[in-house]
């Protein structure tokens, strides 16, 4: 059994319909097309998905070097109470 397709179909104008809408489309003061300096920067909408890049990047964390880091000032300190 087939289905029918609930969707319309997509009719694609011909060549003199197409000329008489780019016609209205450039008469329309709105509208104006976009010059090659605006079409450079524009991106895919998929690049700008995620999290935002951070301006201060994360410096790596280790415990092990606060432990490294006091038992070092500890042992300066012991040192210089002598």
Same mark, same amino acid.
């Given at each position: 059994? @087939? ?52 301006? @201060? ?26």
């Amino acid at each position: 059994m @087939s289905k029918v397709s609930k969707r319309p179909t997509i009719r694609m104008p011909g060549a003199a319909e197409d000329k008489v809408i780019t016609a209205a489309a450039k008469s329309d003061p709105d509208a104006r097309p976009l010059t090659q300096k605006q079409l450079k920067v524009m991106v895919p909408l998929r690049s700008l998905r995620g999290r935002p890049d951070s301006q @201060s990047k994360k410096l790596p964390y280790s415990p092990q070097r606060d432990i490294d880091l006091i038992k070092s000032r500890l042992k300066r300190l012991k040192e210089m109470s002598r």
